[in-house]
Antibody
Framework: QVQLVQSGAEVKKPGASMKVSCKASGYTFTSYTLHWVRQAPGQRLEWMGW????????KYSQKFQGRVTLTRDTSANTAYMELSGLRSEDTAVYYC??????????????WGQGTPVTVSS | QSALTQPASVSGSPGQSITISCTGS?????????VSWYQQHPGKAPKLIIYDVSYRPSGVSIRFSASKSGNTASLTISGLQAEDEADYYCSSYTSTTTLVFGTGTKVNVL
């Protein structure tokens, strides 16, 4: 069965960087795109970007452009999301999520369990 | 890209039908038949319940149906049940090849 297993909770100080991993199993990793979505406490889902696992192409939300980097390691079936210049407003649960679409990345059929990140001095 | 607009909350009694709206623009909802809906229970990851405007994934109850008209998409839950109490989010593909989510709607079962 499809599984996306993310790394554990993190506590970071303002100005630091964080890197969340997302290990995929149960499907051909390079045949799908992965989205990263975050949700601040009590807030809505917020799309951050996608990465095509096959060729590494990425697209980022304008809001995070310059601060977020999505990468993947095809030998480990793992995707990564790195966010720099952390501030308190980045406190949220971060999700990786699989998209089965091709060329118009528009739907998420499987989600990771979420990685809580707290940014606090 | 601004969030799609949803009502903050919608309420209904068991057995009733409710409808949640999701309003965007011609650059997202109005431009493509690529609207999805997700259900999220507290503390859980979202679950896909509708994709490409009106298609239900395997295993999703037929009580969930959806449609689109112009820049507004709608999700209808028929025969409301206690287990339907959750947050619901719409999303759409956009003209800049990004994804945008709605503001979210809390469904209360009275």
């Amino acid at each position: 069965q499809v599984q996306l297993v993310q790394s554990g909770a993190e506590v970071k100080k303002p100005g630091a960087s964080m890197k969340v991993s997302c290990k995929a199993s149960g499907y051909t990793f390079t045949s799908y795109t992965l989205h990263w979505v975050r949700q601040a406490p009590g807030q809505r889902l917020e799309w951050m970007g996608w990465i095509i696992a096959g060729n590494g192409n990425t697209k980022y939300s304008q809001k995070f452009q310059g601060r977020v980097t999505l990468t993947r390691d095809t030998s480990a079936n793992t995707a990564y999301m790195e966010l720099s210049g952390l501030r308190s407003e980045d406190t949220a649960v971060y999700y990786c999520a699989r998209d089965p679409s091709s060329s118009t990345w528009r739907v998420i059929d499987y989600w990771g369990q979420g990685t809580p990140v707290t940014v606090s001095s | 890209q601004s969030a799609l607009t949803q009502p903050a909350s919608v309420s209904g009694s068991p057995g009733q039908s409710i409808t949640i709206s999701c309003t965007g623009s011609s650059s997202d909802i109005g431009g493509y038949n690529y609207v999805s809906w997700y259900q999220q229970h507290p503390g859980k990851a979202p679950k896909l319940i509708i994709y490409d405007v009106s298609y239900r994934p395997s295993g999703v109850s037929i009580r969930f149906s959806a449609s689109k008209s112009g820049n507004t998409a709608s999700l209808t839950i028929s025969g409301l049940q206690a287990e339907d109490e959750a947050d619901y989010y719409c999303s759409s593909y956009t003209s800049t090849t990004t994804l945008v989510f709605g503001t979210g709607t809390k469904v209360n079962v009275l």
